[in-house]
Each structure stands twice: as structure tokens, then as C-alpha cells.
């Protein structure tokens, strides 16, 4: 075998070997559903994370919720209605339309956190996509504490993920993913502590 083969196949064994690490970090439970923060931040992606924002600002662990990533057009009535209807929480949540990405969710919290003067956020997305969120909110909210929130869509399935294609795809985007937020985070300055 040729230098360039041992490399590729070297490189091939490395990104598996890191795969199936970023697979176990995937969180399988909610680790602390207790603690009370200053915000609660829900990332757009899916009704499940919507419902679980709401239901946790209604169960009092905190007073405000900041929805990123909302898409132009769409109005507090409507986020509410899909939420379940929690007409009563109206004046505590936020919309977010800036975000269209991870990258864009964490500047755009950043942001309105160092706006509101925020040192805790609770964090909600699914498990699958938390270990990139936590990264990507790291680095642009260095100092403010984060409480990750994993929700579990039921088109994921995390147990035994190797026997669905789908799960196994989606998996190894995300850990590419994750992959390019390193390296991406090694070439950008950490962002000054607000």
C-alpha cells in the first residue's frame, strides 16, 4: 500500500473511531430537568422542541423563553399554536428571526443574552444536534453557565441507530458537522466574555 492509501485508510479509521465517541456523547436523558435558569433557548427544528420550551417555561424554571431561528413570516399566535396553545406564557417568550443555521442560533442568543444580561440558559434542540449546539454556544456565550435540554424526536431512533439507515445517516452529518465547528473554531477568536 502507497503512502496516499495508508493515509486515506488512517483518516477512514480515525473519523470512525470519532464517530462512534460523538455517537455515546449524544445524550440519551434530560440530566438535570430541575434547575432554574434566566432563559430558556428553544432551536427551531421541530414541534417537539417547541412543546418541550413552552412546557418548561410554564413549569416555572424560568421566566422567559427565546426562540432562534424563526422563520420570517411566522408570528408569537402561530408558535404558541403549535406549541399546544400556552396562551398565557404570550409575554414571556421572544422570537428570534436572524438564525438560519447553529452558528446563527448562538450569535443571535448571544446577543439578546448580553442584551437582557443573561448568566444561565437552559438549552433545548434535539439530542442528536446538542453536542454541535453546546460547541457552537460555547464559544459565542464563553462565561454564561448552559444547561443542555436534549428532546428525542421519535423519527430518530438513538437505540441501536446502526440498524437504521436514516438515524445513521443523519448521525454522521451531524458528526461531520461537528468536525467542521472545530476546526472552523481553532481559525475564529473565542469571543470576549460579555
Known amino acids: 500500500m502507497d503512502r496516499l492509501g495508508a ?4 483518516m477512514a479509521a480515525l473519523w470512525c473511531g470519532g464517530f462512534l ?7 440519551q436523558r434530560v440530566e438535570d430537568d430541575s434547575t432554574h435558569t434566566d432563559a430558556i433557548v428553544v432551536l427551531t427544528g421541530g414541534r417537539d422542541r417547541l412543546t418541550t420550551g413552552l412546557d418548561l417555561l410554564e413549569a416555572g424554571l424560568s421566566q ?21 396553545g400556552h396562551d398565557s406564557l404570550k409575554q414571556a417568550v421572544v422570537l428570534g428571526y436572524a438564525a ?10 448571544a446577543d439578546w443574552a448580553k442584551e437582557q444580561n443573561l448568566r444561565s440558559l437552559r438549552l433545548v434542540t434535539g439530542a442528536y444536534h446538542m453536542p454541535r449546539s453546546l460547541l457552537e454556544f460555547r464559544h459565542a456565550l464563553p462565561g454564561i453557565t448552559l444547561i443542555a435540554h436534549p428532546v428525542f424526536p421519535d423519527a430518530v431512533k438513538s437505540r441501536e441507530w446502526w440498524r437504521w439507515p436514516g438515524t445513521a445517516a443523519l448521525l454522521a452529518t451531524e458528526y461531520s458537522k461537528y468536525l467542521a465547528a472545530i476546526i472552523r473554531h481553532w481559525f475564529l477568536p473565542r469571543k470576549a466574555q460579555p
Not at 423563553?65 to 399546544?84: M, N, T
Not at 438560519?100 to 442568543?109: Q, S, Y
Request: glycine share 10%.
Open 7 to 10: 493515509a486515506v485508510v488512517a
Open 21 to 27: 465517541w460523538f455517537v455515546d456523547e449524544v445524550p
Open 64 to 84: 422567559r423563553l427565546f426562540i432562534s431561528g424563526v422563520y420570517k413570516g411566522v408570528d408569537l399566535a402561530e408558535i404558541i399554536q403549535l406549541g399546544r
Open 100 to 109: 438560519d443555521d447553529t452558528v446563527g442560533n448562538a450569535i443571535e442568543t
